[in-house]
Nanobody, 115 residues
Framework: QVQLVESGGGLVQPGGSLRLSCAASAIIFRPYTMGWYRQAPGNQRELAAR???????NYADSVKGRFTISRDNAKKTVYLQLNSLKPEDTAVYYC?????????WGPGTQVTVSS
């Protein structure tokens, strides 16, 4: 089983930045596709960014150009850099790992964008 733990969330002003981290306990990290999803109150969970070990990175249109996903396989960690934050970015952000028939989720970290 893979355990995922997010960190780095918090309160930030509009236009500000945050860097989220997700540490994985997987014995073998590299094969997993890592992603960040978010869920605002009353909304469905949606993909923000996804980065396989190989292949194209993809972003939701709403975050493209502002968010950047990266991963460090040696550290078994995936990051999400959030820039130019808007109030509509407020949500719980979840780390996700997918590989083979497995799908794992972290407990989430709250990001609140407000003045």
């Amino acid at each position: 089983q893979v355990q995922l733990v997010e960190s780095g969330g918090g309160l930030v002003q509009p236009g500000g930045s945050l860097r989220l981290s997700c540490a994985a306990s997987a014995i073998i990290f590299r094969p997993y596709t890592m992603g960040w999803y978010r869920q605002a109150p009353g909304n469905q969970r949606e993909l923000a960014a996804r980065r396989p070990s190989g292949g194209s990175t993809n972003y939701a249109d709403s975050v493209k150009g502002r968010f950047t996903i990266s991963r460090d396989n040696a550290k078994k960690t995936v990051y999400l850099q959030l820039n130019s934050l808007k109030p509509e970015d407020t949500a719980v952000y979840y780390c996700n790992a997918r590989g083979g028939q497995s799908n794992y989720w972290g407990p989430g970290t709250q990001v609140t964008v407000s003045s």
